[in-house]
């Protein structure tokens, strides 16, 4: 069964320093998304990404965030100048083959920790 | 999205069926109702979704209220590798770069 991969599973960083993290979708997706999630808090959405650009993003995703598809398999998000509060688990999903069947349904991956020290 | 109010724990023996109610009653009439849970600090997972009639997969069966304001997600025979956190999340159909909305949903514990 095809799923959502991410790479790496954990992360560790500097304060300051970027990041990139990385997502291959499920084969035939259109829509791209990053969710984070903070120790202990909800699941929170952070951008969607459908035909090489952002389509919805939240207010969580400021400038210091940015979203590419370098390829036709990978979406990467990068945090620029990463700091403490950024440290949370980091979610891809895709969604909506156009195959045999039109379908909404978001399928994530299993996440990058992301330490900030 | 419509909001969505879940317990926020249960509890249920092992083999026994678990039944996880949702109420949703601002949802509209283009608006799914979908299922997601997470074990531990996975990913969430996909377990079905509905728009009126109900639902049922290899995971779970989901019925859906005749008005459409609360819907219930059934997991047949729970097993310990079901305790997780469920969300019910109502999205709208065509919401392809909408993002979930994911509340505190329920925290399912399987007792052995």
């Known amino acids: 069964e095809p799923e959502v991969t991410q790479t790496p599973s954990h992360q560790v960083t500097q304060m300051g320093q970027e990041v990139i993290l990385r997502c291959v979708p499920i084969s035939n997706h259109l829509y791209f998304y990053w969710y984070r999630q903070i120790l202990g808090q909800k699941v929170e959405f952070l951008v969607s990404?459908?035909?090489?650009?952002?389509?919805?993003k939240s207010e969580i995703f400021d400038d210091q965030f940015s979203v590419e598809r370098p390829d036709g398999s990978n979406f990467t998000l990068k945090i620029r100048s990463t700091k403490l509060e950024d440290s949370a688990m980091y979610f891809c999903a895709s969604s909506s083959d156009r195959g045999q069947s039109w379908s909404d349904t978001q399928y994530f991956g299993p996440g990058t920790r992301l330490t900030v020290l | 999205d419509a909001k969505t109010t879940q317990p926020p724990s249960m509890d249920c023996a092992e083999g026994r069926a678990a039944n996880l109610p949702c109420n949703h009653s601002t949802i509209s009439g283009n608006e799914y109702v979908y299922w997601y849970r997470q074990i531990h600090s996975q990913g969430p997972q996909y377990i079905i979704h509905g728009l009126k009639n109900n639902e049922t997969n290899e995971m779970a069966s989901l019925i859906i209220t005749e008005d459409r304001k609360s819907s219930t997600l059934i997991l047949p025979h729970a097993t310990l590798r079901d305790t997780a956190v469920y969300y019910c999340i109502v999205r709208p159909s065509g919401g392809g770069a909408d993002g979930l909305t994911f509340g505190k949903g329920t925290h399912l514990i399987i007792q052995p």
């Open positions: 990404f459908y035909n090489n650009e952002i389509s919805e």
